[in-house]
DNA sequence: AGTACAATTGTCCAAATGGACAGTTTTAAT
DNA sequence: ATTAAAACTGTCCATTTGGACAATTGTACT
């Protein structure tokens, strides 16, 4: 069982254990999108992580603390700040809408379960609330300053708000999610082509010719 | 304990029980929205109804199949088709859509809540799927014949797929409710208004003189 | 009154649960 | 090599769980 998984425990992780963390954590959250947040099992999570069952009750206060420890790191990865920040228009942001929505892994698919289950999960912990609230208003500002970015370049209607255009996005987006985790057959992509048309942007070009745009 | 609720049990009503089954359920939905659906257990849905637990078992073959009827029950409640059905423009919808997620009160909360969960809970439970992908196929549809009786009326575009909008304007409402959730401060009729904006249409009068306009 | 059956109730049980903790091994520093 | 702290592990326990079921009560009909 010494370096068994090749993951060499540095003396720069502080103290080690860092890495037993880290599968206690993403086992954590792979249970709560598989079973729901109330049917994960301290029990569970160590087999999963294939670690002993003591070990949850060594690192982790309460099985409530590990959960929402291991949710918000994975909502943080599913919302992609750092990507949007670096989107130049409204039609590049279409677009990634549309591919985000529509090409979607098995990976993909966790993660969208888990921050599902952590907004739910969130009406009740008030600790959980408080940073998801945080995170989603984060998420809605992006929007905003790219939003407010564009307009005036793009045909936008100069009375829309950005901010409200911002929640209109990001609530589509989650409840285009949500209708899709009951009928993955649904086919999203037109619902997001009707909303770039409503907005007179063609989300398509912006796919097939990403480059030759000047910026600023 | 004999009329003790006023629900005098008639002998039409096949055998009495039925008001049991229906505290049962009733109580077993309220759970659902108030721990989510894993952390529901017997003994507090009979607790909630103020019966003793053996009576869980004597009406329903297991938990999960009472759960699934009592979610189908509430969520059927919370998805209006029948008010869909009798609206008569776009306007209309929007102005109704706008009323419904602004003023929000316990009970439509609860609601909420329940249909969060069932649509979590549907993406493990394959009947659950089927029955809730079924209720949003006809909420959708609903909404599409509305929007397409609407067409050439308003200024809707001639271009705009009924479909995709029905999808839009029923992913949007969802999604709003679910941001609702972590934070019911959020003020989610701008987006509304966003939307109602780009469609060309102009919810607030819809509501301020709704009766001096001929259908058909 | 008597009969048949539906409805209800309390009790029981094996299994699973979260967490505690004493004991052991590993690591880093001297 | 020795030591002290950190990391880890298996075991234990009081509770809670879903469901089963025998016993009891209620109801409708003759």
């Known amino acids: 069982m010494d370096s068994f998984n090749g993951q060499k425990?540095?003396?720069?992780?502080r103290?080690?254990?860092a890495v037993t963390k880290d599968r206690l954590?993403?086992?954590?959250a792979d249970l709560v999108a598989e079973l729901g947040w109330g049917r994960v099992t301290t029990r569970a999570i160590a087999e999963r992580a294939d670690l002993p069952h003591g070990t949850v009750s060594y690192h982790f206060n309460s099985k409530q603390e590990l959960l929402i420890e291991a949710v918000l790191r994975a909502v943080e990865d599913v919302l992609p700040l750092a990507t949007l920040r670096q989107l130049n228009s409204l039609t590049e942001l279409m677009a990634l809408i549309e591919v985000t929505l529509t090409s979607r892994n098995e990976f993909d698919t966790v993660e969208t379960l888990v921050l599902m289950e952590s907004m739910r999960e969130a009406e009740r912990e008030p600790l959980l609330r408080k940073r998801m609230a945080d995170l989603l208003r984060d998420y809605?500002?992006?929007l905003e300053e790219l939003i407010r970015n564009d307009q005036g370049r793009s045909n936008l209607k100069p009375g829309l708000a950005p901010s409200?255009?911002?929640m209109?996005?990001?609530a589509l987006g989650d409840g285009l999610l949500l209708h899709l985790i009951v009928n993955p057959e649904l086919d999203v992509g037109k619902a997001v082509e009707a909303l770039s048309s409503l907005l007179g942007v063609k989300p398509r070009e912006a796919l097939s010719e990403p480059?030759?745009?000047e910026k600023g």
């Open 168 to 170: 209109l996005l990001a």
């Open 140 to 142: 809605r500002q992006v």
């Open 164 to 166: 409200a255009l911002a």
């Open 25 to 28: 954590l993403r086992a954590a």
């Open 9 to 13: 425990l540095n003396n720069k992780d």
């Open 15 to 17: 103290r080690a254990s």
């Open 211 to 213: 480059d030759h745009s």
